[in-house]
């Protein structure tokens, strides 16, 4: 058998795993946290090098953080965002564990939501980097905050660290404590990191290097004096990921607040003011929705082809930040919450409420999500109705929903669409399989044909002639939302479709034309 490598060192709390090439032999040594491995693809011939000659020698060893470092996000956050998508209750535990310290905490999160290392935002230029300076010979250390197990599982991953020091669930190795331990083990160290806890060690570093610092890091370096030899930067620019996470281009589906007021033909400015004071308070409230449902999700949406890039799931925004964002817009909403009639208020609170639900627990409920999302669509014209104080007919209220439960159905279809394409089995995170794909064809293609017949019936009404002085004109219409319903869940089936259908519709040309068409029409109609 050829053994790979082996270290020898004095620490606190951990274990000495020895690697040989038919698998890995596990041996207690002392108390030191170290996990060797096997690298398959090392020559034999070329002798191993060991820490301890690797710190006397030209190459000291390299020690490297994981959590915003070599992991661009924070992985203990990322697991509390698992963990109350999974088992909400046991956040209840969280006090019981803090009474046990940090690292009790982090031992708990990481064994009840164990984050999946092969999806991690990893940072790819120091990836790179280490796996060169692996391949030349240097000896590599995992040197983390993060719970032992889940290091781990990133070290095995990844394929080229000879050892790992974490957190243990006893102590928490992080600034000083991790120091010390490095200290402990080796006479001299680089070291990479990312923010001000890691000051003294790259302090201490003989060649210190970071990864995408935070700038209370940058500041305190400034301070000591100290010049990084390398930069290692993988991250999205901070406005657009923020801008991106809000998800402005779904406010475009706030606009049915206005749709009441519009379709009373009774506008004035004293009804127009309230009706955009509720849009940007639905907006608000919805975005914040938005920011919370991808913190939840941001385990599944890394397994997503393209949900990965989200701002969370890519790492480029932190879970706090997250947060912190959400609350400031749930503020700016309740700030404008007393210029509206307190009806609105209590729809808006309902809309946060299912929101909410859905993103905890009805969205992995197969139909349920579907039929949730619809509702929420009639619900934006209830709360537009209460702002304005104009009644809504139930008519369009029956064609909001059968339209948009459509429109869900061929967001879902595109999704399996393109799980069938990379050849899985169902969605990660959803209830759905690629097995239902005909099956929610034929649901999405019905519902959207009988949002048409709602609306033939409604304009075949004596009363609509009130509304319309040419209310036959209106028929007009029909052919227009035919025509773009079919083409809609003809692209779907193509796999030309976005999987979100807001904004295919806001970037289709054809889409574009088709509405500017309806409008005309609609006020030929009037006129």
């Not at 379709?263 to 003011?273: F, K, N, R």
Request: with cysteine; glycine share 8%.
């Amino acid at each position: 058998m050829n053994l790979i490598r082996s270290f020898i060192g004095a620490g606190i709390h951990g274990r000495l795993y020895l690697a040989q090439s038919h698998g890995c032999v596990r041996r207690p040594l002392g108390e030191g946290i170290i996990t060797l491995t096997h690298h398959a693809e090392a020559d034999p011939a070329t002798p191993a090098t060991s820490p301890a000659a690797a710190a006397s020698g030209a190459a000291v060893p390299l020690c490297v953080d994981m959590d915003g470092t070599l992991v661009k996000s924070d992985t203990f956050y990322d697991t509390l965002c698992l963990l109350l998508r999974r088992k909400p209750l046991a956040i209840l535990k969280l006090p019981g564990w803090l009474a046990g310290g940090k690292a009790r905490v982090k031992a708990e999160v990481a064994r009840l939501a164990p984050l999946d290392a092969t999806h991690l935002p990893y940072n790819e230029e120091l990836v790179h980097y280490l796996a060169a300076e692996k391949s030349s010979g240097r000896a590599i250390f995992l040197a983390t905050g993060a719970d032992f197990s889940l290091a781990e599982r990133v070290a095995a991953h990844l394929g080229f660290f000879d050892g790992i020091l974490g957190s243990d669930g006893k102590r928490n190795l992080t600034g000083s404590r991790k120091l010390a331990e490095l200290h402990s083990r080796f006479p001299s160290f680089d070291y990479i990191g990312n923010a001000a806890i890691d000051l003294p060690l790259l302090a201490d570093s003989v060649q210190p290097m970071v990864a995408n610092p935070t700038g209370a890091l940058l500041r305190g370096m400034r301070r000591r004096k100290l010049v990084p030899v390398r930069v290692f930067l993988d991250s999205g620019t901070g406005f657009r990921s923020v801008l991106k996470a809000i998800r402005i281009h779904q406010w475009a589906k706030n606009v049915l607040l206005f749709l009441p007021l519009l379709l009373s033909h009774e506008i004035s400015w004293a009804s127009a003011i309230p009706a955009v004071v509720a849009f940007f308070c639905f907006s608000f409230v919805a975005s914040a929705n938005y920011l919370v449902n991808d913190l939840l999700d941001i385990e599944s949406d890394r397994h997503h082809l393209t949900k990965r890039l989200r701002p969370f799931a890519a790492g480029d925004l932190s879970v706090l930040t997250g947060l912190a964002i959400a609350l400031l817009l749930v503020g700016c909403s309740c700030a404008l919450l007393p210029l509206l009639p307190g009806n609105f208020a209590l729809w808006l609170l309902f809309y946060a409420v299912v929101t909410s639900t859905y993103s905890l627990y009805l969205k992995r409920i197969p139909l349920v999500d579907v039929l949730v999302l619809s509702g929420l669509y009639a619900l934006r014209m209830l709360a537009g109705a209460a702002a304005t104080d104009t009644p809504i007919s139930p008519w369009l209220s029956s064609f909001a929903i059968f339209l948009f439960l459509s429109l869900a159905m061929v967001k879902r279809f595109s999704e399996l669409a393109t799980m069938r394409e990379r050849g899985l089995a169902g969605s990660h995170g959803r209830g759905y399989l690629v097995t239902d794909l005909e099956q929610i064809r034929s649901f999405g293609t019905a519902s959207a044909y009988a949002s048409v017949v709602v609306f033939s019936l409604y304009i075949s009404r004596p009363d609509v002639d009130a509304l319309y002085r040419h209310s036959g004109r209106l028929w007009l219409i029909v052919p227009f939302m035919l025509y773009w319903l079919s083409r809609v869940w003809l692209l779907a089936s193509r796999g030309e479709l976005n999987d979100d259908p807001v904004i295919f519709a806001l970037q289709d040309k054809v889409s574009l034309a088709i509405g500017l068409c309806i409008a005309i029409l609609a006020i030929f109609a009037t006129l």
